[in-house]
């Protein structure tokens, strides 16, 4: 019987090696290694948790915090290299959504069978 546990660390172990995952930890190094693109960066990610913590607790979010949010993320879309961040992220958040369809497709079909 197959160990689950050593399965998913082979799959961490995988993951590491993988195009994706070393084409997001490049991007993200390039972002943290230019000050003004970490400095806007910090404050997208801030921003962003802010008002999903608002969100989380049914807290009503200001038109005045849509505004700062929707002019950060203009200004993320133009920093080349925070924009390169979000493509990596992208791809490799898509590739993790789609082994996690193939890992819980055992569930599906065992629920859906009648």
Not at 2 to 14: G, R, V
Not at 40 to 58: A, C, I, V, Y
Not at 64 to 73: D, G, M
Request: charged share 35%; no cysteine.
């Amino acid at each position: 019987m197959a160990n689950l546990y050593d399965k998913a660390y082979d799959f961490e172990k995988a993951m590491r090696e993988s195009d994706e995952f070393n084409g997001l930890k490049a991007a993200y190094e390039a972002v943290m290694g230019n000050a003004e693109a970490k400095a806007l960066f910090e404050e997208f990610r801030d921003t962003q948790m802010s008002l999903q913590e608002k969100q989380m607790n049914g807290e009503e979010i200001t038109e005045e915090e849509v505004q700062k949010a929707n002019e950060i993320v203009e200004k993320v879309q133009k920093d080349s290299l925070i924009s390169k961040l979000m493509e990596e992220e992208y791809r490799l958040n898509t590739i993790i959504n789609e082994i996690s369809g193939i890992i819980t497709k055992p569930l599906e079909e065992l629920y859906s069978a009648e």
